[in-house]
């Protein structure tokens, strides 16, 4: 974010020169996650398997259909058709959950395949993005750039106040795009044809507005010293972007036309308490990261453009609804320790020990509720899983792509703690796979992981 001149420059000093000083004499500096797991698995009884995959995000810029918004937290589409791959014997066709379905990776390709697809998104951005990429498969790419080429140039619509937005673009840059977003909003919905259209276009939109603004999202946004962006850059690239969705349209309705009608949803609702009446034979997700990412404030721009909030109040509430990160509020975390029901076991509780232990002897670290945060990410995701569980069929597969996290020079497992409450709400553990190594942002020379756990409902 932009960096504002300290008001007391002393006192940042000395938690920057503690925090180097911790950093130095940690004494996790060259360790790995490989290692402090071992206690952990001779608990569980159970191996990791080395098996590199591509599970990151990033091909999915050139697939199609995932690459209409960008996403820097999700999954790649190639990881989830491989999924399908491994287990096509044992499930013919079957129908597909994801609960944290973030811009619908797993449902489009789901979808791709003529597979039965449901998901829950809490974050309303996200949402809409990932109900529009799954059913406007139907639009006439020709009736969509017919309208592009037809929308009022003229009828300017203000950008959000509340994000400071002549901060976060050029002058003239903002004014070209406060001219697309009234374009779009003169647009009629009478048909749902015309809605259709008029969310793809939206959709372009907002897949534009950070590379048109003064930031960068590398995964967390920021500002950029020196970047340049041309007065006519929201033009050329909104109508590269809508060209690239009709293209798309094309190969669908060619390619894929027998499956442009199969059932595919996502709701806006949160995890942790809402019920599925549907029963799936697959659950595919990745859970938010216990990590310094934002997953709200990371896409501020295009919800108050989108108008799905209105104030950094609406921020505050959707990320203290999710499963919580370790910038959270620190009134919500008060409220959860002092919270009677909460899910626990004994690696939690050691971890919290040795977190608050290691924060005092450190004398200083960003957050002193660090061991709360941790346990309610924990116990959040405890309250996700356990309501996955009643929608699983028998035989039926959860598969979490986790990253683990070092906190305070202590190291949480997460996709082993993921494990552990798995085997505590009856499934069986199929396999934990390493996909790929990961570096601590605390200490650069600790190695962690990114793991896929396959849990089984018997």
């Given amino acids: 974010m932009l960096k504002m001149k300290s008001l007391f420059p002393e006192v940042d000093q000395i938690e920057l020169d503690a925090r180097k000083r911790n950093i130095l004499n940690s004494p ?4 790995s996650s490989t290692a402090d797991s071992i206690p952990y698995l001779e608990e569980l009884g159970v191996e990791i398997m080395e098996n590199v995959q591509p599970i990151q995000f990033t091909p999915n810029v050139n697939e199609h259909i995932h690459r209409w918004a960008p996403y820097v937290q999700g999954f790649s589409a190639l990881f989830v058709q491989s999924i399908f791959h491994q287990y096509r014997r044992t499930y013919e066709q079957p129908t597909v959950l994801d609960p944290f379905a973030g811009c619908g990776t797993v449902l489009v390709q789901a979808k791709l395949n003529g597979f039965k697809s449901v998901g829950t998104e809490l974050n309303p951005l996200l949402h809409f993005i990932a109900d529009t990429k799954l059913n406007c498969w139907d639009v006439s790419p020709n009736y969509l750039l017919k309208t592009l080429n037809e929308m009022p140039r003229n009828r300017a619509r203000p950008a959000p106040l509340f994000l400071k937005s002549a901060l976060q673009f050029r002058a003239q840059v903002l004014r070209n795009l406060e001219l697309i977003n009234g374009g779009i909003a003169a647009l009629e919905t009478g048909t749902e044809k015309q809605k259709k259209v008029k969310d793809l276009l939206r959709l372009a939109f907002s897949a534009i507005l950070t590379d048109c603004s003064n930031l960068k999202r590398t995964p967390c946004l920021g500002y950029v010293k020196n970047k340049v962006v041309d007065d006519a850059a929201p033009f050329v690239l909104f109508d590269q972007k809508v060209r690239q969705i009709a293209d798309d349209l094309r190969l669908i309705q060619s390619q894929y036309k027998d499956y442009i009608h199969t059932e595919s949803q996502v709701i806006c609702a949160n995890a942790m308490t809402f019920r599925h009446k549907t029963k799936f034979d697959l659950a595919i997700t990745s859970p938010p990261y216990m990590n310094g990412l934002d997953y709200v404030m990371n896409y501020k721009i295009e919800m108050g453009w989108l108008e799905f909030v209105r104030s950094q109040r609406d921020l505050k509430k959707i990320k203290d609804d999710m499963v919580v990160c370790d910038n ?35 004398g200083a670290y960003r957050r002193g509720d660090m061991p709360y945060i941790v346990h309610k990410y924990f116990d959040d995701l405890y309250n996700v899983m356990r309501n996955v569980v009643p929608s699983l069929k028998s035989g039926a597969r959860f598969i979490l792509v986790v990253g683990d996290s070092l906190i305070a020079d202590v190291y949480v497992p997460t996709d082993l703690l993921i494990v552990k409450i798995g085997l505590d709400l009856g499934f069986e553990v199929e396999k934990i796979e390493k996909a790929r190594e990961r570096r601590s942002g605390q200490i650069r020379s600790y190695k962690l992981r990114e793991s896929i756990v396959t849990l089984l409902k018997r």
């Fill in 328 to 362: 959270v509020s620190k009134g919500l975390i008060r409220k959860f320790y002092n919270r009677p029901s909460t899910y626990t076991n004994n690696w939690i509780e050691d971890i919290k020990a040795n977190i608050k232990r290691n924060i005092r002897r450190r």
């Fill in 28 to 31: 996790k500096k060259g360790g």
